[in-house]
C-alpha cells in the first residue's frame, strides 16, 4: 500500500508540473502575441481548474502558486501576472465552493447557485481592484474620474459572463472528448 501511494503522489507531482509548464508557455506567449493575452492567459487559469478536478484543491493551489511566480519572474509583462493571479484566485475558490459549500443536490439548481456564489466571488475580487488599482486594468486614462470607474465595472461584468461561461465550455469540450476523468 505505501508504494501504491507514492506512485499517486508522483503522479500527482508529475502531472500538476506539466500542467504548470503548459500554463507558463501560454502566459509567455501572451506576452508575445499581445493580441491574445488576456485569451492565453484565460486559458492558463483554466488549467489551475483541471489541476483540481484531476488531482485536487491543493495540487490545483500549488499550480497557481508556481505558475504566478514563474510569471512574475519570467514575464516582461507585469501587467500578466496580475491578471493570472485574478483569475486563478477566482477558479480555486469557485471550485472549492463547488465541491465543499454547494451541497444542492439537483444539478441544474447546483449550477445556477454556483453562479450566484461565482459572481459574488468575481466582485469580492473586481470591485477593489477597480476602485484602487485602476492602473492595472488601464495604462491610459480614457475618461475622467468615476466615469471611468462606472464604465469599467460595467465591462468586468460582463467580462466575468464571458469568462466564466467560457470555463464551463472548456470543461464540456473535455468531458464530450473523454479528456475528463478522474
Not at 500527482?12 to 509548464?21: C, D, K
Not at 496580475?82 to 465552493?97: A, H, K, N, T, W
Given at each position: 500500500r505505501s508504494l501504491f501511494m507514492h506512485v499517486e503522489q508522483t503522479k500527482?507531482?508529475?502531472?500538476?508540473?506539466?500542467?504548470?509548464?503548459l500554463s507558463v508557455l501560454l502566459l509567455s506567449a501572451g506576452s508575445f502575441v499581445t493580441v491574445n493575452t488576456l485569451f492565453l492567459t484565460a486559458l492558463a487559469a483554466y488549467l489551475v481548474g483541471y489541476a483540481i478536478f484531476r488531482y485536487g484543491l491543493p495540487a490545483g493551489l500549488m499550480q497557481c502558486v508556481i505558475c504566478t511566480l514563474l510569471d512574475a519572474f519570467l514575464n516582461p509583462d507585469k501587467f500578466n501576472f496580475?491578471?493570472?493571479?485574478?483569475?486563478?484566485?477566482?477558479?480555486?475558490?469557485?471550485?472549492?465552493?463547488f465541491q465543499k459549500a454547494?451541497?444542492?443536490?439537483?444539478?441544474?439548481?447546483?449550477?445556477?447557485?454556483?453562479?450566484?456564489?461565482?459572481?459574488?466571488?468575481?466582485?469580492i475580487i473586481y470591485i477593489p481592484t477597480v476602485l484602487f488599482f485602476e492602473n492595472i486594468l488601464i495604462r491610459?486614462?480614457?475618461?475622467?474620474?468615476?466615469?471611468?470607474?462606472?464604465?469599467?465595472?460595467?465591462?468586468?461584468?460582463?467580462?466575468?459572463?464571458?469568462?466564466?461561461?467560457?470555463?464551463?465550455e472548456f470543461f464540456r469540450f473535455l468531458r464530450e472528448r473523454k479528456l475528463l476523468k478522474k
Open positions: 500527482r507531482i508529475a502531472g500538476v508540473g506539466m500542467l504548470s509548464a496580475f491578471v493570472y493571479l485574478g483569475f486563478g484566485i477566482y477558479i480555486i475558490f469557485s471550485e472549492f465552493v454547494n451541497k444542492i443536490k439537483d444539478p441544474k439548481k447546483k449550477m445556477r447557485r454556483q453562479l450566484i456564489y461565482n459572481w459574488i466571488l468575481f466582485n491610459e486614462a480614457a475618461f475622467n474620474g468615476s466615469a471611468q470607474k462606472w464604465i469599467l465595472l460595467a465591462i468586468g461584468q460582463v467580462g466575468w459572463w464571458i469568462y466564466d461561461k467560457a470555463y464551463r
